[in-house]
């Protein structure tokens, strides 16, 4: 499978990740995350630039141009709790 997604990482890292058969990361930015708090990610891809805003607030950018359609979804790539909420699509 080949996609974008936006994961926390670490201590107060929030990242931008393409996996094209192997995971790459696009970027990297601070921000302070805690366990056990709410948060809502949205992660645009517009043109050849990935967006990630975290609670309205636009917290990396990068760029990459190798999809240019797909698919939306979620999930976790290592053992922890998730909860998943109310999804919206813009064309």
Known sequence: MCFYTADFRGENKAISIKNEYGFITLGEADFNWE?????????????????????????????DDAFSYGMYGCGAREMGRTLFGAFKVRT
Not at 40 to 55: E, M, P
């Open 35 to 63: 366990p056990e708090t709410e948060y809502r990610l949205t992660l645009q891809a517009q043109s050849n630039k990935i967006i990630l805003t975290i609670n309205d607030i636009e917290v990396l950018q990068a760029e």
